[in-house]
């Protein structure tokens, strides 16, 4: 069992009369010749690698190679506890959650790259964040991934999620649809709402550039991780309540492609615009890698 496209898959999600997880795990079994038992413990390790990089981003104080970021998720969990949170509260632990997991990549820690590690904080902001909030269990978020990484296969199938090739689009953008996608099936949403609601992050993210400071996954990418774990809990929400995608997802990532591919190369991860090229990201390139 086998799909190239998000027509293929909502049409064997039709026949089948399974949910985009379940034609996930079917291709997953076909394609590797894995049992499926196999199967799952590989991706449960995988969210519980994602919980454990949480948990440490919360327990340690961490500090990147580049000194760019740390700390900054314990300062949104404080504000949390101390007052309503503005976003409300599955919000703000997507934000600090997504926040300390760039912490812990940033500072040479154990994370999942989902499906990069410039955008490792997006799905397991939101995962854990909507596991305690709504009482899933660990079951049914490790089944979710499933649904993600269908997104994510599709993704890097049809067009791209490096930055280097499609731009920050490609990497937030990427982790942000699949996030989106999964939580829609997590509160009942069919295989069509999940994908109208990944195809929504897309056209949303639609032409984020990559340019992070002194070429590190700092600084702005760890605040971005935080918008997309954001934008993802927004676009599932819009689809859920009945708002359609204009745009169907596979023309969406092909649209996404196509403007990734016509970004400027300055605005592909070469650190040489963008917020990495305003005067105070050069004077801290400087300082970090001791040129000048």
Known sequence: MNF???????????DQGMTISQIMIQREIS??????????????????IMKNAVRESEEKT??????????????????????KPVCGEVMAKAMAYAMGVLEVNSSMGLIVAAPTAGSSGVIPGVF???????????????????????????????ATVAGAEGGCQAEIGSASAMAASAVVQLQGGSPQQCLDAASSVIGTMLGLVCDPI????????????????????????????????VVPFDEMVDAMYRVGRSIPYELRETAMGGVAATPTACKLCNKIHGAG
């Open 31 to 48: 394609c590797f010749g894995k049992e499926r038992h196999e199967i799952w413990e590989r991706m449960a390790k995988a969210y519980d």
């Open 128 to 158: 854990l964040a909507v596991e305690e909030e709504f009482g899933f269990s660990d079951e049914q978020m490790i089944d979710a991934l499933f649904n993600a990484g269908a997104v994510g296969y599709l993704i890097t199938r049809n």
């Open 4 to 14: 190239t496209s998000g027509g293929s898959l909502l049409a064997l999600c039709q």
């Open 214 to 245: 002194a070429g590190l996954v700092e600084a702005p990418c760890q605040k971005r991780n935080a918008m997309g774990a954001s934008t993802a809990l927004i676009s599932a929400e819009m689809i859920l309540s009945g708002v359609r995608s």
């Open 62 to 83: 961490l500090r990147s190679v580049g000194g760019l970021i740390g700390g900054e998720a314990k300062k949104i969990h404080q504000r949390r506890k101390t007052v």
